[in-house]
């Protein structure tokens, strides 16, 4: 079973994210599925199992740790007693992660993200996020890996014109409390990006369509605290950037959405 890396709680909104790492799956997947990748695929239950049976090993493995993170996520919250106790987490028809009946009062209330090497998810059980009869609350992670080093680093320039407009990215320059070099500027990049992805997955539950990056806006304050604004009149968004002590390479941020 793969180990938890990080456990973080979230000040505002009693949220908890959980991080485990992913199994090293053998680069260029010429060989058998990987021991790591068999025990922790293992470690799924039948019906979940059967959902990834004909990914790609890479894909198996990081839609079992995102599970796994998830089963972590709802012990360390205290919906259940362990990971034994959750059951197969399904799949909708849009991609997001379904709660066993026993646990559908959540079923806005969490979230799941990852990466090749690292997965996470959120957990949110405060009372106004738990409700069995309107749907009113959705929640959404996400993280990214700032590429310290190697070709992706010089991507970022590419990347910030497709998902911000050029009002934030003026923004994202005025706003910083120093000039920003080009390390900050591509973190503050990320930070951006990856709250957009996160507060894609709160927002389609509701709206059950694609919603651009340029469709939605978002400002951070100095404080990590993030405030959207989404293009569906009746909704309103917040999120928040974590700092991982330990993974400093590690962009992780959250959005919850609102109805009304
Ligand atoms: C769906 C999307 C947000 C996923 O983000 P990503 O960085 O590619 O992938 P992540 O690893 O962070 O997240 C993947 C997990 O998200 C969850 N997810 C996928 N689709 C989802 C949806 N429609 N609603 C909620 N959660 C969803 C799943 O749990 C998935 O993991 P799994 O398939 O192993 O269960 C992204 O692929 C996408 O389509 N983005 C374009 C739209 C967008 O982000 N717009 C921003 C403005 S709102």
Same mark, same amino acid.
């Given at each position: 079973m793969t180990r938890s890396l990080a456990v973080l709680r979230l000040a505002h909104?009693?949220?908890?994210v959980v991080l485990v790492d992913v199994p090293a799956v053998a680069a260029g997947l010429g060989v058998p599925v990987p021991p790591a990748l068999e025990s922790l695929l293992a470690t799924l239950p039948?019906?979940?199992?059967?959902?990834?049976?004909?990914?790609?090993?890479?894909?198996?493995a990081t839609f079992a740790a995102g599970r796994h993170a998830l089963r972590l996520a709802l012990v360390e919250a205290g919906v259940v007693a362990d990971v034994d106790a959750v059951g197969a987490i399904g799949r909708d028809d849009r991609g997001a992660p379904v709660l066993p009946e026993h646990l559908a009062h959540l079923r806005r209330a969490v979230s799941i993200t990852h990466k090749d090497s690292v997965a996470g998810a959120l957990v949110v059980v405060d009372s106004a996020s738990v409700d069995t009869s309107v749907d009113t609350i959705a929640v959404g992670c996400d993280l990214e890996l700032d590429p310290v080093s190697g070709r992706d680093r010089h991507s970022m320039a590419g %990347?910030?014109?497709?998902?911000?407009?050029?009002?934030?990215?003026? =923004? +994202?320059?005025?706003?910083?409390?120093?000039?920003?070099?080009?390390?900050?500027?591509?973190?503050?990049?990320?930070?951006?990006?990856?709250l957009k992805e996160a507060l894609y997955k709160g927002l389609d539950p509701f709206v059950r369509r694609y919603v651009?990056? %340029?469709e939605v806006g978002v400002?951070?304050?100095?404080?990590?605290? =993030? +405030?959207?604004?989404v293009p569906d009149a009746g909704f309103t968004a917040t999120g928040r950037v974590l700092v991982v002590p330990t993974?400093?390479?590690v962009v992780l941020t959250t959005a919850r959405v609102q109805r009304g």
């Amino acid at each position: 079973m793969t180990r938890s890396l990080a456990v973080l709680r979230l000040a505002h909104g009693g949220g908890t994210v959980v991080l485990v790492d992913v199994p090293a799956v053998a680069a260029g997947l010429g060989v058998p599925v990987p021991p790591a990748l068999e025990s922790l695929l293992a470690t799924l239950p039948a019906d979940e199992r059967a959902i990834c049976a004909r990914w790609a090993p890479k894909r198996q493995a990081t839609f079992a740790a995102g599970r796994h993170a998830l089963r972590l996520a709802l012990v360390e919250a205290g919906v259940v007693a362990d990971v034994d106790a959750v059951g197969a987490i399904g799949r909708d028809d849009r991609g997001a992660p379904v709660l066993p009946e026993h646990l559908a009062h959540l079923r806005r209330a969490v979230s799941i993200t990852h990466k090749d090497s690292v997965a996470g998810a959120l957990v949110v059980v405060d009372s106004a996020s738990v409700d069995t009869s309107v749907d009113t609350i959705a929640v959404g992670c996400d993280l990214e890996l700032d590429p310290v080093s190697g070709r992706d680093r010089h991507s970022m320039a590419g %990347l910030a014109r497709q998902v911000l407009s050029p009002h934030e990215l003026q =923004a +994202l320059v005025d706003d910083a409390q120093q000039p920003l070099d080009d390390v900050s500027h591509r973190r503050a990049v990320l930070e951006r990006f990856s709250l957009k992805e996160a507060l894609y997955k709160g927002l389609d539950p509701f709206v059950r369509r694609y919603v651009g990056f %340029l469709e939605v806006g978002v400002h951070i304050d100095v404080d990590g605290a =993030a +405030l959207f604004t989404v293009p569906d009149a009746g909704f309103t968004a917040t999120g928040r950037v974590l700092v991982v002590p330990t993974m400093p390479t590690v962009v992780l941020t959250t959005a919850r959405v609102q109805r009304g």
